[in-house]
């Protein structure tokens, strides 16, 4: 493995992959090996995958996926007790000793995402902060009317005229409140303005 990387062309810098290869094992079946970056002393982790068919990366997810529950069962067997604390052959005494480590476990991790892991919840995280940054105040506003009329439709048999007329007045007080009173106004499902009372 030492040789074949050696062999390979490196990405520079903090690249998540150092080089890719497919290769061909002795019992003639093709594989793909990935070097990705590691603190050990030689600096690389070899992946290796039989389905070539997987990108790079999805291989590195999966790979980190199975790590953390090797890392599970390796903490529970050894720092939880998992086998050792206590001597049981009853089939429900098993299964609810087996439950309490996992339950210590869980407590354990929460304790230490909250008062040690600096990490965020990543890719949620980044989801939301691009819906925000791609929607603009104005189409905000604008979800919530459609939200507050069909509400208004489906809870009270009010006109048309009546929802509009209270629509107007929030939408009104609204820009009003926030300084929007050049903004273009939103427009509604049907191609309908909302007309406020604050430009009236």
């Not at 079946?29 to 590691?38: D, G, Q, T, Y």
């Not at 067997?77 to 009853?90: A, C, S, Y």
């Amino acid at each position: 493995m030492k040789d074949l990387y050696g062999k390979l062309k490196k990405k520079r810098g903090k690249a998540k992959i150092k080089a890719s290869v497919l290769v061909i094992l002795p019992d003639g079946k093709k594989a793909r090996i990935i070097f990705v970056p590691c603190d050990k002393k030689r600096g690389w982790l070899a992946l290796l995958s039989t389905d070539i068919s997987i990108a790079d990366e999805e291989i590195i997810r999966l790979y980190g996926k199975r790590w953390d529950i090797k890392v599970f069962f390796k903490m529970c067997k050894q720092h939880l007790k998992l086998v050792k604390e206590i001597q049981i052959r009853n089939y429900d005494g098993l299964i609810g000793h087996t439950s309490l480590v996992m339950a210590r476990y869980n407590i354990l991790s929460l304790f230490q995402r909250e008062s040690v892991d600096q990490r965020s919840f990543g890719d949620l995280f980044r989801a939301c902060n691009e819906e925000l940054s791609s929607i603009t105040f104005i189409d905000t506003l604008k979800r919530i009317m459609q939200l507050a009329m069909a509400a208004l439709r489906n809870a009270h048999n009010l006109s048309e005229r009546i929802i509009n007329s209270i629509l107007d007045l929030i939408m009104g007080e609204a820009i009003a409140y926030f300084g929007l009173n050049n903004s273009p106004m939103p427009q509604l499902e049907g191609g309908q303005r909302l007309i406020c009372s604050s430009e009236s």
